[in-house]
């Protein structure tokens, strides 16, 4: 009888050694639970196919043909990745709404003697509670932003915190995201799906009788939506800044961005966005101090031309309480591990 999860957390502790989505690769890609293994009933190609048989021929012939295939390939699965599980071995199978392709896997699986069920209402209902949790319902823990001017490596102290016993959330590293014009990272972004989930499950991990330290952040990272009740609780959240000379700024910004703002194409490419709102001749010059390889230059060009005048104009609009200031000398190693003391601290008398 497949199993209903009436929360987030309870279908997190699943409590099964495995569990398998059986949806297609590009399914799983998108999003899926937490620690799933993607065991395909059909793959891309089979799932299109027996959809458009199922649409123009009849619904009889898209389920005999896409039967066919899922023993066949569950067939595969069992002589493959699942030959070593012993007799004791209990999965936990799931599809997109709980409906034929699990129920024909998990039957399989039971037929061998595995003691395998799944989940009611698939991965749809999984989403529903990764929904409820991050836009239904008020956000259960207390945000502490970590704010500054670009450049005072607020992601770079997050793990710093984290060692610290701080209770942290990476929103741009679970973005795949650094948030700014020129801040795509190797990889790419996730889905927005993925990323909620993502985020779901960090929240999970967490005390929420504790404060969680999240930069800050405006409401997009990249292509990728804050959702709604994580925004607001980060709208009311309290900050502490760090400060830091506009020289450490720069040789940070340099060494952090430097896979981007290396490549002169790369630049020309990104700041060509930014030609009505600072002007042809500024961005021209950026291009240059790019093209003669001088990333400290371009670093603090950005900060003064485009970065600090848009913080300092946004702040103006957001005027949330600051508990602490945390000033620095520089930002390499010793720097940081300074940085992250005093706002440890600040944390801790919050």
């Not at 005072?152 to 973005?175: F, M, N, S, W, Y």
């Not at 946004?314 to 940085?339: M, N, P, W, Y």
Request: aromatic fraction near 6%; charge should be neutral; glycine fraction near 8%.
């Amino acid at each position: 009888m497949p199993i209903e999860f009436d929360s987030f957390d309870a279908i997190l502790n699943h409590g099964f050694d495995t569990v398998i989505d059986v949806r297609s690769p590009a399914e799983f890609a998108q999003d899926h639970i937490p620690g799933a293994i993607n065991l395909p009933a059909l793959s891309n190609e089979q799932r299109a196919e027996v959809g458009t048989i199922y649409k123009q021929i009849s619904a009889f012939d898209g389920r005999k043909i896409g039967a066919g295939w899922v023993i066949r390939n569950v067939a595969n699965h069992i002589d493959g990745p699942l030959r070593e599980k012993d007799g004791g071995w209990r999965p936990l199978v799931y599809c997109w709404r709980g409906g034929q392709r699990s129920g024909v896997f998990s039957t399989l699986l039971s037929e061998i003697g595995w003691r395998a069920d799944t989940v009611k209402g698939g991965y749809a209902a999984f989403r529903r509670l990764v929904k409820t949790s991050l836009h239904d319902h008020p956000l259960a823990h207390r945000i502490i932003l970590l704010d500054g001017y670009t450049g005072t490596a607020k992601t770079e102290i997050l793990p710093r915190l984290a060692a610290r016993g701080v209770q942290t959330v990476d929103l741009e590293g679970l973005a795949g995201h650094r948030g700014s014009l020129l801040g795509e990272m190797p990889g790419g972004q996730p889905s927005q799906k993925a990323f909620e989930t993502g985020l779901a499950a960090a929240l999970n991990k967490l005390d929420p009788d504790r404060p969680v330290v999240v930069e800050a952040e405006s409401s997009k990272i990249g292509r990728i939506v804050i959702p709604a009740s994580f925004w607001a609780g980060m709208l009311a959240a309290p900050r502490i800044a760090i400060q830091a000379p506009m020289e450490a700024r720069a040789n940070y910004l340099a060494k952090a961005y430097r896979e981007v703002i290396a490549d002169p194409d790369v630049v020309a490419q990104k700041l060509h966005a930014l030609r009505r709102l600072r002007g042809h001749a500024t961005v021209d010059r950026w291009v240059a101090l790019s093209q003669n390889g001088a990333l400290v230059d371009l670093s603090h060009a950005l900060m003064v031309d485009h970065y600090d005048p848009s913080y300092t104009k946004s702040r103006r609009i957001d005027e949330r309480e600051v508990v602490a200031e945390v000033s620095v000398d520089t930002l390499d190693d010793a720097g940081q591990e300074r940085a992250a003391d005093g706002i440890a601290a600040a944390v801790n008398a919050f």
